[in-house]
């Protein structure tokens, strides 16, 4: 019977070091990403945050991408029902919902004449000389940033709203 134990013992042992061997050879798949280094962000600004807040039914989107290899901001600004027409849109920061405003940059500011109106839209780009810091960067990317749209009747801003990292794109390796 010891011979028995033994013999199933060894083709057990046996069978464990195949599939051990079989397992090491197999190829598997490793799905690995790489980061292209564009980030995308978004926001909604209203009435109600801007500092002061304002009465109204005032809103904006923002939808931007940030090409962190090329330093360039890609932006389009979309608003409706503002209390008068657009004079600028600019991204202040950091700080949070409370706290009044500290510019980091002016993305556009309309000459004469004006877009006119209460909605409207802007698309826009900054490139490399007038990329964001670092430091500004970082913030972007934690939220610690809003933009503003001003107008004519609201130069400290009509709207206001956070501006939200949403991700990286990336691309199988």
Same mark, same amino acid.
């Given at each position: 019977?010891?011979?028995?134990?033994?013999?199933?013992?060894?083709?057990?042992?046996?069978?464990?070091?195949?599939?051990?061997?079989?397992?090491?050879?197999?190829?598997?798949?490793?799905?690995?990403?790489?980061?292209?280094?564009?980030?995308?962000?978004?926001?909604?600004?209203?009435?109600?945050?801007?500092?002061?807040?304002?009465?109204?039914?005032? /809103? @904006?989107?923002?939808? &931007?991408? $940030?090409?962190? !290899?090329?330093?360039?901001?890609? =932006?389009?600004?979309?608003?409706?029902?503002?209390?008068? /027409? @657009?004079?600028?849109? &600019?991204? $202040?920061?950091? !700080?949070?919902?409370?706290?009044? =405003?500290?510019?980091?940059?002016t993305l556009a500011t309309f000459a004469a004449p004006l877009p006119?109106?209460?909605?409207?839209?802007s698309q826009n780009t900054i490139f490399?000389?007038?990329?964001?810091?670092?430091?500004?960067?970082?913030?972007?990317?934690?939220?610690?940033?809003?933009?503003?749209?001003?107008?004519?009747?609201?130069?400290?801003?009509?709207?206001?709203?956070?501006?939200?990292?949403?991700?990286?794109?990336?691309?199988?390796?």
């Amino acid at each position: 019977m010891k011979s028995k134990y033994k013999a199933f013992i060894a083709i057990g042992l046996a069978g464990l070091i195949l599939s051990i061997l079989w397992m090491g050879c197999k190829k598997e798949y490793h799905n690995s990403l790489v980061d292209l280094g564009i980030d995308v962000y978004t926001g909604t600004a209203t009435t109600a945050m801007a500092l002061p807040a304002k009465t109204g039914s005032g /809103t @904006a989107l923002l939808s &931007a991408t $940030y090409d962190e !290899n090329n330093r360039v901001f890609n =932006y389009t600004v979309n608003w409706s029902k503002l209390d008068s /027409t @657009a004079t600028s849109i &600019a991204i $202040y920061g950091p !700080n949070s919902a409370g706290q009044p =405003y500290v510019i980091t940059r002016t993305l556009a500011t309309f000459a004469a004449p004006l877009p006119t109106g209460a909605a409207g839209s802007s698309q826009n780009t900054i490139f490399q000389l007038n990329a964001f810091s670092d430091f500004e960067l970082i913030n972007l990317k934690a939220g610690n940033c809003y933009f503003v749209v001003n107008t004519t009747a609201s130069t400290t801003g009509a709207v206001r709203g956070k501006i939200t990292y949403v991700r990286t794109f990336s691309k199988d390796n």
